[in-house]
């Protein structure tokens, strides 16, 4: 009796086979054997963790000093500032853990090494992405947690459905739109080859002001944190819109995700851009 026609997979047919799912699995397995590698020295991992969540608590605590002699800084309290805080450092602190690896292109890059990514079935910007991922980043997650956790108990937004929901989406649109960042300044290197670059560091240090609101700088700052380098889009506008209810917070969501889509697409750009230029160590 002839055997079943065994059933023909849809191309929407979620099977191991499916192209997403290998980049997924493929994705896990590099970032298990990264943070394997990393937690073989556990000491360098305790002290690193340790070092993100001193110097951040650091940071935080010289504004805590300063609003126990002032009520508010133009209105903010030191409970919502503690929210545009938190929400600064923890996507931040989520790439460090999981994209740190983009920071290692320029060099690779420069001493010829970036070759090896483009003759391996696999995507050079996962390789890229999951080259390094450090465990340092955690301190960052858990001060940023637990200023949330007090922040709300202290009333700086009403727990709720809505609420954590806003927390969700602003977290991982600030991983999309620190990432993108990251990805974008380090793939200057396409261009300029050089050894040392300014840009990316540069960037990545005034992610820092994205710490306290838009309103205490000058409008034009506000509008290269809003349009130019989005940092805004991290602390500041999610703080609005855990505020907001109705048509105002769908607003703002939207606002969150159509800058991180822009900038995740403007990333994309320079990258492939720069990928097409790249014609090898020789």
Not at 52 to 62: N, S
Not at 178 to 193: K, M, Q, Y
Not at 247 to 276: C, K
Request: hydrophobic share 50%.
């Amino acid at each position: 009796m002839p055997s079943p026609t065994p059933r023909d997979p849809s191309p929407r047919d979620p099977s191991p086979g499916h192209p997403s799912l290998r980049y997924l699995s493929s994705a896990a397995k590099l970032y298990r054997i990264r943070l394997q590698s990393q937690l073989e020295y556990k000491a360098d991992f305790v002290i690193g963790v340790l070092g993100a969540f001193c110097l951040h608590a650091a940071g935080f605590g010289t504004v805590w000093i300063i609003l126990r002699q002032v009520p508010d800084i133009a209105g903010w309290t030191i409970w919502q500032l503690s929210v545009t805080y938190a929400l600064a450092i923890v996507p931040r602190g989520l790439c460090v853990m999981l994209f740190d690896g983009v920071w290692e292109l320029r060099h690779l890059v420069v001493k010829g090494e970036f070759d090896q990514f483009l003759t391996r079935p696999l995507s050079p910007l996962l390789q890229l992405c999951t080259l390094r991922a450090n465990p340092a980043g955690a301190g960052d997650v858990v001060l940023g947690l637990a200023l949330l956790v007090l922040a709300a108990r202290h009333g700086a937004f009403a727990v709720s459905a809505a609420s954590l929901a806003v927390l969700v989406v602003a977290v991982c649109n600030g991983v999309v739109v620190v990432g993108s960042l990251n990805l974008a300044t380090n793939s200057l290197v396409f261009w300029d080859g050089a050894e040392q670059n300014s840009v990316s560091i540069l960037v990545g240090n005034t992610a820092d002001l994205a710490k306290f609101p838009l309103t205490l700088y000058d409008s034009a700052v506000a509008f290269v944190f809003t349009f130019v380098l989005p940092f805004g889009l991290l602390s500041y506008y999610p703080t609005l819109a855990l505020a907001s209810g109705g048509l105002e917070l769908l607003g703002r969501i939207a606002l969150l995700l159509l800058g991180g889509a822009a900038t995740l697409t403007a990333a994309g750009l320079i990258w492939r851009a720069g990928l097409r230029r790249y014609q090898g160590a020789g």
